[in-house]
């Protein structure tokens, strides 16, 4: 399957403002890529480019006063698979889990396992570990919340979310992972492209939050906001939560002026 893929992003800065760009694909997909993700800018500026520790492709840039465009257009490779269910993984005792593991098992800025500990074990203590656990967990939170771009707030944490019932796709994903680390199942925030391939269209594209759970032999994708399997996941960055991979982090005052996401299935080539 080859997937056109994409964005354009449009500032307006009253002062020279430095930005943290994270809006490549994820070092893991750079196998796929049939034409280059390159970050483009208009007017023109300097883009400085480091691999941060979760393999996320960093971007710095000083956008200047007045407009700035940000946009790419690349097509990538995808086996065109629905993501994997796999019933038989376990989940392994704390002590047994890898080193590099053990940090996504731990609180963060936006999945606050303190508060949510205690419902956690309550709710799901009783299921036998492993996969069916982390369905579970999945289903209480797409139950849980309802989406909604209106309840969209950047501070929104996992517990606040929960406390609320509504959200959007990194709302579903943090109290699930909040959920997840809660029962010693390690779980990472994910960002990238979804496109509607498989199932009916529904409105304008934009970039989606997904998680992933380690269990059996590795990483295993979940979806709390759309609770099935989909197909085409393009990743661009992994985190302990949607700190480590926003798509921009700003360094002064700016508007956002525009923003397009573009994602469709292309005729085989």
């Known amino acids: 399957m080859r997937i056109r893929a994409g964005y354009e992003i449009t500032y307006e800065c009253p002062q020279p403002t430095p930005m943290l760009l994270v809006l490549n694909v ?16 208009d007017p023109p500026i300097p883009v400085a480019q480091y691999h941060d520790g979760f393999g996320n492709l960093c971007s710095r840039v000083v956008l200047p006063a007045g407009r700035t465009v940000l946009s790419a257009d690349f097509v990538v490779r995808d086996p065109g698979m629905p993501d994997p269910i796999r019933p038989e993984a376990i989940q392994h005792p704390v002590e047994n889990l890898p080193n590099e593991v053990i940090v996504f098992l731990l609180a963060s800025r936006y999945c606050e396992t303190e508060h949510l ?6 709710l799901f203590g ?18 849980k919340i309802t989406f909604g ?6 501070t929104k944490t996992a517990f606040e979310a929960h406390e609320e019932g509504f959200g959007v796709c990194r709302d ?9 680390r809660c029962m010693n199942i390690p779980a990472r925030y994910c960002t990238g492209y979804l496109p509607d391939i498989g199932v009916p269209a529904h409105g304008e594209m934009d970039f989606s939050a997904w998680f992933e759970v380690y269990l059996g032999d590795g990483w295993h994708v979940l979806d709390a906001r759309h609770n099935r399997p989909r ?25 956002l002026a525009g923003f397009k996401v573009l994602g469709e299935e292309l005729a085989a080539g």
């Not at 500990?117 to 309550?122: E, G």
Request: glycine fraction near 6%; hydrophobic fraction near 40%.
């Open 117 to 122: 500990s205690d419902l956690a074990w309550r």
């Open 231 to 255: 197909i085409g996941r393009i990743l661009m960055a992994r985190g302990r939560d949607a700190t480590d991979a926003a798509i921009t982090t700003s360094f002064g005052p700016n508007t």
């Open 149 to 154: 771009y209106e309840h969209a707030r950047p």
């Open 26 to 41: 994820h070092s893991s997909r750079y196998q796929d890529l049939e034409t280059p993700d390159v970050i483009r800018t």
């Open 126 to 143: 009783d299921i036998p570990p492993g996969w069916g656990r982390a369905q579970a967990i999945v289903d209480y939170a797409h139950q």
């Open 172 to 180: 579903f994903a943090h109290l699930a992972i909040t959920l997840c």
